[in-house]
């Protein structure tokens, strides 16, 4: 069978820097033609399309993208199993979920499968630009009308593995951090509260990622919520 084409990249506009590199995937060709006219005139390279997930999956492994914009459901494979499959095959890359409803089981299972961003398709393109410069960076991107609900959830609904290991030997400062980072905090508010540098708190994050087998602050918050380390509704000190 012959393998579905991926559509070539049309020629982004490039910047004197190596623009971050995108990879379009959902089935409306009109929502992928209009997304790339605002990434390509934000100066984002948009390497290429795919029409459902299962193509996805293969043009992320051929094109190397810094960030997959995904929809959630397409024919074929949707963007729950393709999210999973392209960062079982490469942890470096980041996904950031799309989808025309805010429905909290939808949002539950992409973040679940490693997506490090979730909006709405009717996002304005101001916000679409932000969201994949904020996840080109390894940092989360979740519509803040999600993020205490979905939290919530997933302290509700633990992973069987959700305990944090016994051997892992956090610091006092460090789960301080991995708390503040649970919060939706910035590195920045991070340090405001405990009087380090912002440069400080990113290479504290930056272990604490290695530390905890987690790719983005998303799965830190996660894995926070999970174990029990933050509960809903519970304040910062």
């Given at each position: 069978?012959?393998?579905?084409?991926?559509?070539?990249?049309?020629?982004?506009?490039?910047?004197?820097?190596?623009?971050?590199?995108?990879?379009?995937?959902?089935?409306?060709?009109?929502?992928?033609?209009?997304?790339?006219?605002?990434?390509?005139?934000?100066?984002?390279?948009?390497?290429?399309?795919?029409?459902?997930?299962?193509?996805?999956?293969?043009?992320?492994?051929?094109?190397?993208?810094?960030?997959?914009?995904m929809d959630i459901r397409m024919p074929v494979m949707d963007?729950?199993?393709a999210t999973r499959r392209i960062l079982e095959a490469d942890?470096?890359?980041?996904?950031?979920?799309?989808?025309?409803?805010?429905?909290?089981?939808?949002?539950?299972?992409?973040?679940?499968?490693?997506?490090?961003?979730?909006?709405?398709?009717?996002?304005?393109?101001?916000?679409?630009?932000?969201?994949?410069?904020?996840?080109?960076?390894?940092?989360?991107?979740?519509?803040?009308?999600?993020?205490?609900?979905?939290?919530?959830?997933?302290?509700?609904a633990p992973s069987p593995d959700a305990a944090l290991p016994?051997?892992?030997?956090?610091?006092?400062?460090?789960?301080?951090?991995?708390?503040?980072?649970?919060?939706?905090?910035?590195?920045?508010?991070?340090?405001?509260?405990?009087?380090?540098?912002?440069?400080?708190?990113?290479?504290?994050?930056?272990?604490?990622?290695?530390?905890?087998?987690?790719?983005?602050?998303?799965?830190?918050?996660?894995?926070?919520?999970?174990?029990?380390?933050?509960?809903?509704?519970?304040?910062?000190?």
């Open positions: 069978m012959a393998r579905p084409r991926v559509a070539p990249d049309r020629g982004g506009f490039v910047t004197a820097s190596a623009p971050t590199r995108v990879l379009l995937v959902d089935d409306q060709e009109l929502v992928r033609v209009g997304f790339r006219l605002i990434l390509e005139r934000a100066g984002l390279d948009v390497v290429g399309e795919a029409a459902d997930g299962a193509v996805g999956v293969d043009a992320a492994a051929d094109l190397r993208p810094d960030v997959v914009l963007g729950i199993e942890a470096s890359r980041r996904v950031l979920a799309l989808t025309t409803f805010d429905l909290d089981e939808v949002v539950f299972a992409a973040v679940r499968a490693g997506a490090s961003g979730f909006l709405l398709k009717d996002v304005p393109p101001a916000d679409l630009v932000h969201a994949v410069g904020v996840v080109a960076r390894g940092e989360a991107m979740l519509a803040p009308t999600v993020t205490a609900r979905l939290l919530e959830r997933f302290a509700a016994p051997d892992l030997d956090l610091t006092e400062r460090e789960v301080e951090i991995i708390r503040l980072v649970a919060r939706g905090r910035s590195n920045a508010e991070i340090g405001a509260a405990l009087f380090l540098s912002e440069s400080t708190v990113k290479t504290y994050v930056s272990r604490l990622l290695a530390k905890l087998g987690a790719h983005d602050r998303v799965q830190i918050a996660i894995l926070a919520y999970e174990s029990g380390l933050v509960r809903p509704g519970e304040r910062a000190e």
